[in-house]
C-alpha cells in the first residue's frame, strides 16, 4: 500500500512540471517530443540492461500498436485538447469516473466482480471530494457550469476510457512474456511520433519552444517522473493489485496537488482538504482490506 501512496505523490508532482513545460511549448509538440524521448530511453534501457528478449512476436504487433493508441496517443493528446476549455476541478470530477471505467471493463474483459466492500470503498472515497468541490462551487451559475456536459467533457471522458483500457492491453502483454520497459517504451515511441504528426498537422511549430535550456530541465523533470518511474510502478504492481484498485487510488491524487500547492505556490490548506483526506483514505482502506483477500487473475482474453 505504502507504494501506492508513493507512486500517486509522485504523479501528482508531474501535473506541476508538466504545467510548468507548457509555459513554453504547445500541448501536441510536448506530448510527441517527450514520448519519443521517454520512449527511446525505456528501450535503450530495455535493449542492453535487461535480461528480456529485446523482440517482438508477429502475432503482437497488433497489440503493441493497440497499447500505442490507447496508453499514449488518444489518452493524452484528448485530455490536453480537452483542458483547454475544461475547468480544473471539472476534470477532477470527470477523472474521478476512473475506477468505474476500470470496473466495468474488468467485469467484460476479466470476469472481475466488485464485492460491496469494494463499492462502499469507492464511493467514500470520491465522496471525499465533495468538501473541496465545494471550495469551488459557492454560486448557482458555477454549480450550473460544473453540471453542464459539452463536447470538451466528453472528449475528457473519452481519454479516461482510453487510458483505463490501456492497462489491460498491458496487463496482457506483461502476461506474454515482454517486459515494461519494452511495453511502455514502444507504446511511448509510437505514439510520440503519431502526436508529433498530430502537432505538425495542426500546431505552428516553426518555433516550437520559446526558451529551450528552462523547457529542457521541466521536460526532464516530467519524464523522469511520470515516464520512467510512474508508469513502470503502475505496472509492476500490477503483478498485486488489481487495476481498479490502482485506478480508485488516484484520488490521492488531489491531496498531494493541494499538498504541493502549498509548499511550492503559497497555497492554504483548510478543513475541508484535512476532511477531504480523512474520508479518501478511509475509502482507501476499506478497498485496500478487501483487496488483499484476492489477488488479480488473469484469465484468457484476446486484445489482439
Not at 448557482?140 to 470538451?152: N, R
Not at 523547457?215 to 498485486?240: C, D, P, Q, S, T
Not at 487510488?249 to 500547492?261: A, V
Request: glycine letters at 6%; a positive charge.
Amino acid at each position: 500500500m505504502f507504494l501506492v501512496v508513493l507512486m500517486y505523490s509522485i504523479l501528482a508532482l508531474t501535473f506541476v512540471f508538466a504545467k510548468k513545460a507548457l509555459n513554453y511549448t504547445s500541448p501536441f509538440f510536448l506530448i510527441g517530443f517527450r514520448m519519443i524521448i521517454a520512449g527511446s530511453i525505456l528501450l535503450l534501457y530495455q535493449r542492453f540492461f535487461s535480461n528480456k528478449p529485446f523482440k517482438i512476436e508477429k502475432k503482437d504487433y497488433i497489440l503493441f500498436f493497440k497499447t500505442a493508441l490507447f496508453h499514449i496517443y488518444f489518452a493524452f493528446n484528448l485530455e490536453f485538447w480537452a483542458l483547454q476549455y475544461v475547468s480544473a476541478i471539472k476534470s477532477t470530477l470527470i477523472f474521478t469516473a476512473t475506477p468505474f471505467v476500470s470496473a466495468i471493463l474488468a467485469y467484460f474483459l476479466l470476469s472481475q466482480k466488485l464485492s460491496t466492500k469494494k463499492v462502499i470503498g469507492i464511493i467514500v472515497g470520491i465522496g471525499g471530494l465533495v468538501p473541496i468541490i465545494s471550495l469551488h462551487v459557492q454560486t448557482g451559475a458555477e454549480f450550473k457550469a460544473i453540471a453542464c456536459f459539452a463536447l470538451p467533457d466528453a472528449v475528457l471522458f473519452l481519454a479516461v476510457i482510453s487510458g483505463a483500457y490501456a492497462w489491460f492491453l498491458v496487463m496482457r502483454l506483461m502476461e506474454r512474456g515482454y517486459g515494461l520497459g519494452m511495453i511502455n517504451g514502444m507504446a511511448m515511441l509510437v505514439g510520440g511520433i503519431l502526436s508529433m504528426c498530430t502537432a505538425i498537422a495542426f500546431e505552428d511549430l516553426s518555433h516550437p519552444v520559446s526558451n529551450w535550456p528552462v523547457f529542457l530541465v521541466w521536460l526532464f523533470l516530467l519524464i523522469l517522473a511520470a515516464n520512467i518511474i510512474f508508469y513502470n510502478m503502475f505496472g509492476w504492481l500490477l503483478n498485486r493489485y488489481t487495476i481498479t484498485f490502482l485506478t480508485f487510488s488516484g484520488i490521492l491524487s488531489p491531496s498531494f496537488g493541494t499538498i504541493y500547492e502549498w509548499l511550492f505556490f503559497g497555497g492554504k490548506i483548510g478543513w475541508q482538504h484535512i476532511t477531504s483526506l480523512i474520508f479518501v483514505a478511509s475509502g482507501l482502506f476499506i478497498f485496500y482490506r478487501d483487496e488483499l483477500k484476492k489477488k488479480p487473475q488473469l484469465p484468457p482474453f484476446d486484445a489482439s
